[in-house]
């Protein structure tokens, strides 16, 4: 036991990396699961949210909100971490441009040019000014974090509401009045209630569903075959997510309160396979037209967790029909 914490950072790691199923479901909260985390930060493991077990994703998003603040409450950087494509120095460009002009400045999360960015800027380019200057733009203004004096920033953040009276809430904050708006004032709603400035900038608002319409929009979700993992919903619908934990406090009341046993809408490739055998023995079709035609949720599920038919029969021993 004690090897094995050492060298895989807890015993269940040790018992996946031997190639054996790790039994029974965890129960996890927020320790647990910023341990397992870090114990696979130890191990050298990826983090990027696409490859690392799924049980412990949703858990994070359940109990956290999102994987990215899962990752940052263990104390480690989330662009560090998440798998990128390489990008083109035409694509590079684009994107410092585009940053460049929503009025931020300076690198990092809140700046023009994420880390990230910044990084492959250096490799294609040499340098990041080399990168910025190339995109046409002034290192200088791009780089530098502006400061600005009580009477400099009242005079720019009228104008800007002068000029600009369908600017958002989000779109002021992402710029650098928004920031010092709210390092000096606490928000940009205080910054603007403090100069007088009414009815700007814009809130858009969108209410929550209602209990019933977050229970015809689970149910009818079920139907269409759609997957019903927290993970996936918070990425087609998040409004209805939201909605689901507003009235009925986490995701999984919100299924059995539609009438969705908890435990029906999940499949794994063990649930995916016995059903494919189930069905030969069944003497119903296996090809995907069939699959997708008689049980949605079913080929949901083959895609979700085989990527294609062809390897799920493969898995689960059966031969695949012509094409």
């Given at each position: 036991m004690r090897a094995a914490d050492k060298l895989f950072g807890a015993w269940r790691h040790a018992v996946a990396a031997a190639g054996f199923i790790v039994p029974g479901n965890q129960r996890w909260d927020e320790s647990s699961i910023l341990g397992e985390i870090l114990a696979l930060h130890r191990q050298g493991a990826p983090l990027a949210l696409a490859r690392v077990p799924r049980a412990l994703t949703e858990a994070?998003?359940?109990?956290?909100?999102?994987?990215r603040s899962a990752i940052e409450r263990a104390g480690l950087d989330y662009d560090a971490i998440r798998l990128r494509r390489r990008k083109s120095r035409d694509e590079i460009l684009a994107l410092i441009r585009a940053g460049a002009g929503t009025g931020r400045m300076g690198i990092g999360p809140e700046g023009a040019i994420s880390a990230g960015l910044a990084d492959q800027a250096r490799e294609e380019f040499?340098?990041?000014?080399?990168a910025i200057e190339a995109a046409g733009l002034d290192p200088g203004q791009v780089m530098v974090v502006r400061r600005y004096?009580?009477?400099?920033?009242?005079?720019?953040?009228?104008?800007?509401?002068?000029?600009?009276?369908?600017?958002?809430?989000?779109?002021?904050g992402a710029t650098s009045l928004g920031h010092h708006a709210t390092k000096r004032f606490g928000s940009v709603r205080a910054a603007a209630a403090a100069l007088e400035i009414n009815d700007w900038p814009r809130q858009v608002h969108v209410a929550l569903p209602s209990r019933?319409?977050?229970?015809?929009?689970?149910?009818?979700r079920h139907r269409s075959g759609a997957s019903m993992?927290?993970?996936?919903?918070?990425?087609?619908?998040?409004?209805?997510?939201?909605?689901?934990y507003k009235h009925f406090g986490t995701w999984r009341s919100a299924l059995r309160a539609a009438g969705i046993p908890f435990e029906e809408a999940f499949w794994g490739r063990p649930q995916v396979k016995a059903e494919l055998r189930a069905r030969r023995l069944r003497h119903e079709g296996i090809s995907a037209a069939a699959i997708e035609r008689d049980d949605p949720r079913l080929w949901s599920a083959v895609i979700s967790c085989f990527g294609s038919l062809s390897l799920a029969l493969r898995e689960a021993g059966i031969k695949a029909p012509p094409t």
């Open positions: 994070a998003v359940m109990h956290f909100g999102t994987w040499g340098n990041l000014s080399a004096t009580d009477d400099q920033f009242a005079a720019e953040l009228r104008k800007l509401a002068r000029e600009r009276p369908e600017m958002t809430l989000t779109e002021v019933d319409e977050v229970l015809v929009g689970v149910q009818q993992r927290l993970t996936e919903v918070i990425h087609d619908d998040r409004r209805l997510m939201n909605g689901a």
